[in-house]
């Protein structure tokens, strides 16, 4: 999944698949995440947020069920 760098404290990158509606989010600690069920429009929120980490923590962290894959 090609990931684009986003300016964040904690978060170094993100990308998403439409099709599966899968967000993957890697972190600047270095673990990468894969959170499933993510609306395109959330991911959209997320990209548009002025702070990357809170949208996170607001709408995404314990909403949606997630896998670290790195």
Known sequence: MQRQTVESTN???IGYDPE????EVEFHSGGVYHYVGVPPAVY???LAARSK???F??????????????
Request: cysteine-free; hydrophobic content about 30%; aromatic content about 14%.
């Open 11 to 13: 978060i170094k990158s």
């Open 53 to 55: 980490g809170r949208y």
């Open 20 to 23: 599966d509606e899968v967000l």
């Open 57 to 70: 923590g607001e709408f995404i962290r314990l909403r949606y069920p997630y896998e670290k894959v790195r």
């Open 44 to 46: 959209e929120g997320m």
